[in-house]
Structure formats: structure tokens, C-alpha cells
């Protein structure tokens, strides 16, 4: 399928995979399996099958990386410079009868529509999703969010952010927020910032956690107006913060 769109004019490739739901009763299917925060202890029994069964796995390199023992399947990995020509040759494996699986940080559901519609159009047939555990999940019960009192905006995604933006500030301080920034454009200082300069309380209680489930793993426990403190800047050494991070704001002040 042709790969021409522009993500600021669209067709986004998220919209293709949210189009329509799965055809039911699809027989091999390719998998688009979350692998969760990157510890493999976290890794659905579902989805480490659809792994270890695949003659062929695609995804970004440093989300293979992560299940490259998983499997004696053929990995293929990509860049964003590298993934349509990478996706093609995972579709001519999988047109040749190969079982494909492609492998997605966290839960394709949270923030990983604009990779998945891109396997589909690489894909001469069904996919299909298997969840996993999201550093959102986690990061939730870190913070002690439940999801039902929460509003969840993913930022981590190539385009346009504005309209997420919008829901941020309609909802802070209102309800809480669970928030995946973009490395690096928009991480929590930017956020936070945002927010505060719209109007946000800069007393409500902020956590940044990083890392989620790994030996590393670390939480900042601030203020949205101390956090905002460290906006500023687009590459990584313009934030204090890992790429790998979940900011949080309750509706209370400090703990």
C-alpha cells in the first residue's frame, strides 16, 4: 500500500487503524503486541507466544531490543528514517506465508495507532492487537490515579499536539492528569508549563516517573509550578528528564 501521507495534512496512519473494528475470526493474523514497559516481566503470556511463534519480527530497534530473546524469529528492525522501507520488507516476508508479529512499546491502545496503521498498510491482510501492560498503567498505580477519575493525553506521537494540549488544560487541577510527553519538544517541563500559563493551580501536585519497572526506575515527586521550571529547549540535553517518562498531576496540592 502507498505509504504518501503528511502527518501535519493527513491521512494520519493512526486514523486508518482506528477506522473500523477487527474483522472478526481472522485466520493468521499478523500480531501488533505491546510489550509493556520494556521488562519482559511484564510481558503478556499472549503476546510473548505471538513473538516466540513468529518466523518474522519488526519494530523500532529499541523496542526489539527488548524481546530479541524472546524469539528465534528474523528481527527486523527500524528507525524513523528506515521504518517504510523496513515495514515493506516485513510485508513481502509475510505475503510469502511468514507469520509476522510487529512489537510496539507499552499498549498499542495508549500511543501506538500511528505505527500500527502503518504495519496495516504494509500488510496484504488482518492484524491484529494484543495489549500490554503500559508504562501508563503503571505509572497510574505509582501515582495512585485510578483511570475512571483521570484524564489521559498521549503526546508521544509525530503531528500536531494542539488539540491534546487543549484537553490538558480543560482538565487540570478538574481531574487527574496521566500524561506521555514527546521526547523532546514536550516533556513534563514543558507541560507544566503549559498548563500553568494557562491558568492551572501551580501548587497541584506533579510526579514524574521514569523508567517504569526497571532497576533504574525513578519518581519525582514536585509541584506543577517547580516543574514548570524545567521547560525550555528540544533536544535531550535540555531536559533533566529520560525519554522514557509519564508525567502525572493530581487534583491535590503536594503530598
Excluded at 13 to 40: K, M, Q, R, S
Excluded at 157 to 182: C, F
Excluded at 199 to 214: I, Q
Aim: aromatic share 6%; charged share 25%; hydrophobic share 35%.
Amino acid at each position: 500500500m502507498s505509504d504518501d501521507y503528511d502527518l501535519d495534512e493527513g491521512p494520519d496512519p493512526a486514523t486508518l487503524a482506528a477506522a473500523a473494528p477487527e474483522p472478526p475470526d481472522a485466520t493468521d493474523p499478523v500480531y501488533a503486541v505491546g510489550i509493556g514497559p520494556g521488562n519482559v516481566e511484564y510481558l503478556t503470556g499472549c503476546g510473548r507466544r505471538a513473538i516466540a511463534e513468529a518466523d518474522v519480527v519488526v519494530g523500532f530497534e529499541t523496542v526489539v531490543e527488548f524481546v530479541r530473546d524472546e524469539t528465534d524469529a528474523d528481527l527486523l528492525t527500524c528507525g524513523y528514517r528506515d521504518e517504510g522501507e523496513t515495514l515493506a520488507a516485513f510485508g513481502e516476508r509475510v505475503a510469502d506465508g511468514e507469520r509476522g508479529t510487529a512489537v510496539l512499546m507499552g499498549d498499542p491502545n495508549h500511543s501506538g495507532y500511528q505505527f500500527l496503521g502503518k504495519v496495516e498498510r504494509a500488510v496484504d491482510g488482518p492484524v491484529r492487537v494484543i495489549p500490554g501492560i503500559s508504562s501508563l498503567q503503571v505509572a497510574a498505580s505509582r501515582a495512585r490515579t485510578p483511570m475512571e477519575a483521570t484524564e489521559f493525553v498521549t503526546l508521544h506521537k509525530s503531528g500536531p499536539v494542539e488539540s491534546d494540549l487543549a484537553r490538558l488544560r480543560e482538565h487540570a487541577g478538574k481531574r487527574n492528569l496521566l500524561v506521555l510527553p514527546r521526547p523532546f519538544d514536550w516533556m513534563p517541563g514543558d507541560i507544566a508549563a503549559d498548563l500553568v500559563d494557562s491558568g492551572a493551580d501551580p501548587s497541584l501536585s506533579a510526579l514524574v516517573l521514569e523508567r517504569l519497572t526497571h532497576d533504574d526506575e525513578s519518581i519525582t515527586r514536585t509541584t506543577l509550578g517547580d516543574l514548570a521550571a524545567s521547560a525550555g529547549g528540544d533536544g535531550r540535553d535540555d531536559t533533566p528528564y529520560s525519554d522514557l517518562s509519564v508525567l502525572a498531576v493530581r487534583t491535590d496540592g503536594p503530598d
